[in-house]
């Protein structure tokens, strides 16, 4: 019964050879419960995704066995490979927005796992006995319903982590054999791709303990000379957030100075917050979708519609601070997740802080992996 807490996996820098890896799947990992015509679809937190979802519960009525629990995730995929920003549209408060997204931009499920079958508990068992009933119990099932690919052979898995990124995969994921389903905890290895980028920290947002640095805020030029918000870098302990209040001070910008002061995105950093308004320009600015999404107003500031009472609001710096961050992919012209700070560059000059520098996978057909 729900809700239950997904198998974990931890971070690791070499595939290992543990007789089973997978594609690592970028979407909303999810728990699959049927019985009968009940279908509920759990999130990671334990939060149900049902209402989001009506054709991924449909797909799961019409392939899936009538009773079973299924581990997975909710991927959605637009020209040839996966969209992670189209995915968290989904996620509407409307019910008619929902059913119309659901038509536009249908989703898809693909498994790796099941914990039960009809009257059976297997989650005592193997993996490799949890496999092979996977894919029996799925063998008739068609899209948008899907089991994952595996593969034994560390070759074919290297190859897969170097050109399945081309399709919006975010690396591999390697299982150990042997053991039951272990939930909530870290048995599984991850193996996701790193990079690295100098870009400009044009701002930061303040920690919510208090007033301490929370996100540092980047930025890249794009071709025609604008400074497009790209991420956020935040992984920092507290004694850090301390000493970069420090180290930014000199490049901070008074309050209500942002615009005059010819800040890219001044627009947005002095922006009153009155209601019924949106901030200028928050397509460009920090608070645009793939960030923390579009803001509403809320109080006379603007706050997350995916992280209710976060406010969107940040301290503006001179655009004139580089830093060199850690990545693993990019979601459109966005860091799909949070980056990692390494170090300052005061040898950069900012302007030549460009997505030029970036990486670009190899286009991949995501049908080619899933068949």
Known sequence: MPPVEPMLAKSVATIPDTGHVEPKWDGFRTIVFRDGDEVELGSRTGRPLTRYFPDVVAAVREHAPTRCVLDGEIVLARDGRLDFDALQLRLHPAASRVALLAEQTPAALVTFDVLALGDDDLSELDFTVRRARLREALAAA????????????????????????????????????????????????????????????????????????????????????????????????????????????????????????????????????????????????????????????????????????????????????????????????????TAHFRRWRPDRDPVGCTFAQLDEPVRYDLSDILG
């Open 142 to 337: 068609r899209a948008p319903l899907h089991v994952t690919p595996a593969t034994s052979d560390p070759a074919i898995a290297a190859r897969w982590f170097a050109t399945f990124e081309g399709a919006g995969l975010d690396g591999v994921v390697a299982k150990p054999l042997t053991g039951g389903y272990a939930r909530g905890r870290r048995v599984m290895f991850k193996v996701k791709h790193e990079r690295t980028a100098d870009c400009v920290v044009a701002g930061f947002r303040w920690h919510t303990s208090g007033p301490v640095v929370g996100s540092l805020l980047l930025g890249l030029y794009d071709d025609h000379g604008a400074l497009r918000s790209v991420g956020v870098a935040a992984s920092f302990p507290m004694a850090r957030r301390h000493g970069l209040l420090d180290e930014l001070e000199p490049y901070r910008i008074p309050e209500g100075g942002a615009t005059a002061a010819g800040h890219p995105w001044g627009a947005w950093a002095d922006w009153s917050g009155a209601a019924g308004t949106e901030p200028p320009g928050w397509t460009d600015g920090p608070g645009r979708p793939g960030d923390e999404a579009r803001p509403r107003v809320s109080r006379g500031s603007a706050t997350s519609r995916w992280a209710p009472g976060k406010s969107l609001s940040f301290v503006p710096l001179r655009p004139d601070l580089v830093a060199e961050v850690r990545y693993d992919h990019l979601e459109g012209q966005r860091f799909r997740h």
